[in-house]
């Protein structure tokens, strides 16, 4: 289907050149000759780009932009004008236009930038149509995952999320065990309520139990007033006891007493205050191996075990793991405006291979990064930061031991050579990861192939060596 480009100019031999130009290309072009007649178009029509000028009698060319910005941002604009300086290139960058272009126009290079503009536009549609489908489909709350056990966990969730019922959340740090709690919270019964979070390792016992009860005037030194605690804030809503695991023995007897009775006593106080409030607890901790340890109060930990949720960490569903870089790489592209971004097949492959002992919270912050970090549209494995750890014993008898000679396997100066060129095809080339793989300076390393004539590339570069793997290149 032919893209439909609207040109907005007043003077009628600039339109018609345009026109016959881009028609003779395969566009399907329409003109106006104001900004307001351009509006008036858009409203009834569908248009991929709008060429429109800077300077016109009525509404100019910045205000077109940020009108069409704000009722189509899927539709490109790009910025002609006479009186092309960077400060007003700039400016209507700002206001929403794709680029800028000054008069008089070149024809080429006016095709360019629409081919160009086209592909921002494809971008930004595949964007909203992939956060729909996470919105219907792979979602729950601000959980996202399309595999089984993501998606066995959303069921579970749904159930319990229509209940009131006390619910212990377990899982590894970073697998998002408050977006769990969240998630039941507003996805509940209680959503319009207020939903209190509770950090239970970040506080002493004394200042957690004024903080989860309240106290009452004259309690203790400072105490001046009265002070409601966490739990009447909670009153027909939700709290979520982070880090239960945590809490002192003694405010764990407190918390038992509160989950049965649904009462609450504030510190200094000699009266009970009834409370309504779904109780959500959460720990990264084996609380079974801590009851049996003493450190934690097994009748509590009974209560709280009627109703449990697991969150898998990342390495038992890695089908999910590219599902959620791409997702995230599109949240943090539109977050900082940066452009269009996309990865590598050898990036998403690596993204794929890692551990993540961080788990979903490391990947957000290692897209964060690349995101921030890569210069143009390519993001690439070196731009994740992953730090490089020396291979195991059994890697190097490994590389030892391979497509060597039985005579050269007792030659140093061969098997030398050989692990050097292992470790480069390893790290794909880049000299500074292979001499931390090999324990030698990166100086060391540079003489070694110039001794064994290995051919040298510029830092961060693909080392060409023989039996190398495919290079990180663009899908």
Sequence with gaps: MEAKVLVVDDEVEMTSMLRTYLTREGYEVVTASSAEAALQHLEEHDIDIVLTDLRMGGMDGLELVRS??????????????????????????????????????????????????????????????????????????????????????????????????????????????????????????????????????????????????????????????????????????????????????????????????????????????????????????????????????????????????????????PEDIAFLAETFLHHYTDTTQVGPRRFTREALRSLEQYSWPGNVRELTHVIERAVTLSDGEWIYKADFGFEDKPAAAGEFAEISNSNLGVDDMFNLDAVTQHLVVAALNRTRGHKTRAAVLLGIHPRTLTRMMRRYRLPEEPEDKVWDAPAASATDSPR
């Design 68 to 317: 069409v910005r704000d009722s189509r941002p899927e539709t490109q604009i790009i910025m002609m004008t006479a009186f092309g300086n960077i400060e007003t290139a700039i400016e209507a960058i700002k206001a929403g236009a794709f680029h800028f272009v000054a008069k008089p126009v070149k024809l080429p290079e006016v095709r360019v930038l629409l081919e160009k503009a086209l592909t921002e536009r494809e971008l930004r549609r595949e964007n909203r149509q992939l956060r729909q489908a996470v919105q219907e489909r792979y979602c729950f709350g601000q959980l996202l995952g399309k595999s089984t056990v993501m998606q066995r966990l959303f069921a579970l969730l749904d159930r319990l999320a229509a209940t009131h019922s006390t619910v212990l959340i377990q899982g590894e740090s970073g697998t998002g065990k408050e977006l769990v709690a969240r998630a039941l919270h507003f996805n509940g019964p209680r959503s319009h309520h207020a939903f209190v979070p509770v950090n239970c390792a970040a506080m002493p016992e004394g200042l957690l139990e004024s903080e989860l009860f309240g106290h009452a005037k004259g309690a203790f030194t400072g105490a001046h007033i009265a002070r409601k605690g966490l739990f009447q804030e909670a009153d027909k809503g939700t709290i979520f006891l982070d880090e239960i695991g945590e809490m002192p023995p003694g405010m764990q007897a407190k918390l038992l007493r509160v989950i049965e009775q649904r009462q609450i006593r504030p510190v200094g106080s000699d009266r009970e205050i009834n409370v309504d409030v779904r109780v959500l607890a959460a720990t990264h901790r084996d609380l079974e191996t801590e009851v049996q340890q003493g450190n934690f109060r097994e009748d509590l930990y009974y209560r709280l075990k009627v109703m449990m949720v697991r969150v898998p960490p990342l390495r038992e569903h």
